[in-house]
Every structure is written in C-alpha cells, then in structure tokens.
C-alpha cells in the first residue's frame, strides 16, 4: 500500500500527488509553464531516453504540473497511472484507438455522448474499426453476443448521456474478461467522489475534466486512468507486446508492466497525434478537483430536490434520474451510494415553439452546451449537443424531442425552483 492509499478522499483532493518539497516548498501547485527543460548533460539525457531517470524534456511528453494532476486523478480513482490529454474526447478517442488501432472491433451502447457516438458510428469505422452496438444496456447477455473473436474492448459510461441511465458495471466487466478484453469506463458524470469504477472491475476509466472534475466551465481537459491490473499479454494486444521503436525495440509491457496502457498513448498518440493539455489548464483542473467533494454534496443535494419539483409539476411528462428510475434505482444504490450525480433530463409537455419560450426564459440557468458546472445549466440534448445524430440514433441515444437536460449546479435550490417554475410559466403565454 503506497502512502497515498491510507488518506482519505477529501485529502487527496487537496494534496494527492504534490510534495511542496519538490517545488521549493510552494503551497499551491507551480504553474511550470514551459515548452522544455534544459536537459542538463548528455549523460542525464541517456538516463531519461532509457527510462533510468524520471526527467522532462518537452511539455508535449510530460510536464511537472501536469504530472501533478494525472497522479492526484490516480489516487482519487484508486488506480496505477494517468495521462492528461486537452479535452475529454481526446481522451475517449486515444482510449479506443490504443486497443483497436489496425482494425479491431469495440462494443459499445447507444446512450453515450454525441462526440463519442459520432466518433463510434462514423470516424472510427472510417480507419477499419468496427463497433458492435448493444441495443439494451440493461440486458448483459447483448454485451456477450456483441463479443467477437476480433473485440478489442467494451466502451460504456456510467451514467448515459442524456439518457441519465446506469449500466451494470461489474457484470458487464465479467463479461468483458471471460474474452480477455478490457471495460473502458467513461466516469465523467459521476465523478470518482461518487464512483470508482475500478472497484466493480473496470479496466481503464476516462474523464472529460472539462465537466466536473473542473467544475467551473472554463478549462476543456481530459484524462485516461488505468489500474494496472488488466493482462495485454494474453495474446490480443501484440500492440502492448511487441518490440516498440520508442523504446528503442523495448516492449512496453516488460518495461511498464502497472502502466502499460497510459504509456503507450503517451508514447504513442499524445507524442504523435498532440492533443497536449497546456500547464495552466492543468493547473485549472487541479484547482477544480480540490472543491470536488464539496461542490458534488451541494449539488446532488440541489438536484435530488429539483427531480422532486419535476415530478409534479404538471408541464413534466416523464424525468430521468437514476434514484426514481424502475430500471435504476437498484443499480444506483450499488454504485452511487453517496448520489445520483447532478444531471437529470426531463420531458417538456409542449411544442417546440413551448420549449424555445422555456428555455429563452430562464434566469438563473444558463442556457449552454455543458454539464458538472457550479452553475446550473439548461439544454435541449435534441437541437444541440446530439443534433448531429440521425433521427433513428436520437432514439437509440435516448434523445427525444421533448427532453431537457438540465446540470444542477450549488445555487441556492429556492432560486432555482423559482426560476423554473417562471420560465414554464411563461412557455404557455
């Protein structure tokens, strides 16, 4: 047990993978805003390139602050390594590509993101990368005969977007190793303070930072999170396995054996491909990730009396929340004991022309394309953040005409109730 292991969440968030020893005693993270170092010597860079000596020599490959947020993310998650990447679909789409990169296959289901939808449905099919959809994530035997011989990985979150839904994360990580493939596990709306993944068998989990983890809206960032414990020597990932030309014909499994996954995107897709996350952006994100638990208390609190209003409120067709779903309310007692997060969508009883009044009304809301912020939001998945999607795939998705998503933010709860309750009234003038 390393000595970050025996501090406890709250702890971790504020001092997880910093020593001010280190950084000549500074209280806050350094900003170490710098393009490279200076090697030193030639000796000293021979000991870097061979991995001897833990060094950086450009930002592209490694910085100090941002080393700083991929170790104090490993410690929250509860896992062996991290990258930080510049956005959350950078991070989801270097996942998918370190596993199935050379035409492998991936499973996923419909209610994801429209930016990883778009990127399963079209991009990655385009470079010879087939996904098998599973059509009912509640039905794990769909996991299992989505499975090939060729199946790289199973992609999923843990609560759907905008769906609101919970998959089974434990079964459907039993599956996916009964064919020795890894679960990869998009957390970003639960946040690792009300989920962590790894404790139910997933095997790499990602992050859009931009949402929770940063909390404040003004940082896009990403992060990829292994726990070391997945075997890439089983025959399916001679990527993992082969003599690598960064390493100098190295394997990078022998080499990192607890941090295989994270090095070879490193290595590999952030060195080649650069979708870098910049110094003070991490930095940012660290800033954010030490109010996380204060700020998700305050808004599942919000939230959980919000989907209260909702549910009475007779403009209100339906809401989608893990704790009042049938389907989910058990799932969400295993997975999200401290909450359901701070997302909901509900059905708006009305036209377009009703739902454009709605949301142009809003006060306190903010109408916008985002979601974990500490300002609550307000959005109609259908005309914006899955408009991309076809007719069909919106349903699939689970993005109907009528939903609103809404992003409970840690407003005083009164003032958001009254600004919904105005702008339904005024939705019927």
Do not use: C
Not at 223 to 249: A, C, M, R, Y
């Amino acid at each position: 047990m390393s000595q970050e292991q025996i501090y406890g969440f709250e702890t971790l968030q504020v001092r997880g993978g910093y020593d001010p020893k280190k950084h000549n005693y500074a209280s806050t993270v350094p900003i170490y805003q710098t393009a490279s170092f200076n090697i030193g010597d030639t000796d000293r860079l021979n000991r870097i390139k061979s991995k001897e000596e833990a060094g950086f020599l450009y930002t592209r490959s490694g910085n100090p602050t941002i080393d700083i947020l991929e170790k104090r993310i490993t410690a929250l998650e509860g896992g062996t390594a991290a990258i930080a990447v510049a956005s959350g679909m950078a991070a989801v789409a270097y996942s998918l590509l370190n596993v199935a990169e050379g035409g492998g296959e991936i499973v996923a289901v419909h209610s994801l993101y429209a930016g990883s939808y778009n990127l399963l449905e079209h991009t990655l099919p385009g470079l010879g990368i087939k996904v098998n959809w599973v059509e009912d994530p509640y039905d794990i035997e769909e996991f299992r005969n989505a499975i090939t011989e060729n199946t790289k990985t199973i992609f999923i979150e843990a609560i759907g977007n905008p769906l609101i839904n919970i998959i089974d994360i434990e079964k459907v990580a039993e599956v996916a190793h009964e064919r020795g493939i890894p679960l990869i596990v998009d957390n970003t709306f639960a946040s690792p303070y009300l989920l962590k993944p790894f404790e139910f068998g997933a095997d790499i989990v990602v992050h859009s930072s931009t949402k929770v983890l940063g909390g404040h809206g003004s940082t896009l960032a990403g992060l990829v999170i292994e726990n070391g414990n997945f075997n890439w020597n089983n025959g399916k990932f001679q990527n993992f396995t082969s003599p690598d030309h960064k390493l100098q014909g190295r394997k990078i499994i022998d080499e990192f054996p607890s941090s295989a996954f994270t090095t070879k995107i490193r290595l590999h897709y952030l060195s080649d491909f650069g979708a870098v996350l910049s110094p003070f952006d991490a930095f940012l994100i660290i800033q954010g990730i030490e109010t996380l638990s204060v700020r998700v208390e305050r808004e599942v609190r919000n939230t959980e009396a919000i989907v209260k209003f909702l549910v009475e409120h007779p403009l209100v067709s339906w809401v989608s929340y893990p704790t009042i779903s049938e389907r989910d309310r058990e799932l969400s007692k295993k997975y999200l004991s401290r909450g359901a997060g701070s997302v909901l969508s509900f059905g708006f009883k009305g036209e377009q022309e009703s739902i454009n009044k709605f949301l142009s009304s809003l006060k306190v809301f903010s109408f916008l394309v985002n979601v974990g912020d500490s300002k609550s939001l307000a959005v109609q998945p259908y005309e914006t953040t899955h408009s991309s999607l076809s007719e069909e795939n919106k349903i699939k998705a689970g993005v109907f005409k009528e939903a609103i998503r809404l992003s409970i933010g840690i407003e005083t709860v009164e003032d958001l109730i009254e600004d919904l309750k105005q702008a339904f009234n005024k939705s019927l003038d």
